[in-house]
Structures are given as C-alpha cells and as structure tokens.
C-alpha cells in the first residue's frame, strides 16, 4: 500500500497540520487521518529532540510504524528550518518495503550483538536426529476388558 503524509501549518502559523493518505484504489490516494498540533509545542518538541517530535507527533488516530515516525520526524524538522509555507510531502510503497530480507535485515541491525549470536545459535539445525532409532515404546494399560463381557454389549439392548 502506498501512503503520502502531507505536513503543512495554516494560514497564520498557529498550527502545525500532518495529513495521512493512502492508496485505497490504485492512482487514488484517500484521506485517512488529519491531526492539528499547536505550533509552539512542535517547535519545543523539535528543540528537545528527535524522540521528543516522535512521541509528540504520535496520537490516537495517527500513530505510524517506527520506520515511517523517524522519516516525518526528520521531515518535519525540515519543514521548520526551511520556513517555508508550502507543504511537504513523505512518500511511503510499503510494496518495496515488505520483503523478507529487509525485514530480516532490521532486525538484525536493531539488535545487539549478543542477541544476534543468541539469535543465529536459535536458528541452527545442529540438533542430533534419533528419528532412526526404534525403541518400541510399551504401554501398560491399567483397564482391561474381559473378553466375555464384548459379546454382552447386543444382548442388553
């Protein structure tokens, strides 16, 4: 799915607007989510920090994967150093984005290298194999039927 995140203030600058849309059919793009945050908040968020702007963006309604957080983040901060008033957009294909590799990859780079090894070890198929070995398994069973109480079964009903 293809998403576009339109990041833009109002007309006199006392708010900062982020506009989610999707591609919900193909060449139309849907809008799907538009949060107003106060400009001075933003601004102040940006000032402390990457991770601040993330968790100031984020809301109930528009809450984006990590991956996506950290891009609008980064755009937002340029927004804002730019002083421009025309919108900026982020652009997202998650059709390139889902592939196995790139996934594995992440993950890989997000932990630490003991987790890693940890990880690899888990995934190694060194473990013995005793499938050929047959030890017949003998069961006991506690309740025994006697044998002249089967052919009993037609006569009682």
Do not use: W
Request: charged share 40%.
């Amino acid at each position: 799915m293809k998403q576009k995140y339109e990041i833009l203030k109002n007309k006199d600058g006392s708010q900062f607007i982020i506009r989610e849309l999707a591609e919900l059919d193909k060449d139309i793009m849907s809008l799907l989510c538009e949060e107003s945050y106060d400009a001075t908040v933003v601004e102040a968020a940006i000032d402390a920090g990457k991770e601040r702007l993330i968790s100031a963006l984020r809301t109930k309604n528009l809450y984006p994967p990590r991956s996506y957080a950290e891009k609008i983040a980064d755009a937002v901060m340029n927004f804002y150093a730019s002083q421009s008033l025309e919108p900026m957009i982020v652009l997202f294909d998650d059709t390139s984005n889902l592939s196995k590799e790139i996934l594995v990859a992440e993950l890989m780079e997000d932990l630490g290298e003991e987790e890693a090894e940890v990880l690899d070890d888990l995934l190694e198929d060194d473990f013995e194999d005793n499938s050929d070995e047959t030890d017949e398994i003998k069961i006991d069973p506690s309740i025994k039927i006697a044998d002249d109480d089967v052919g009993d079964v037609e006569d009682d009903l």
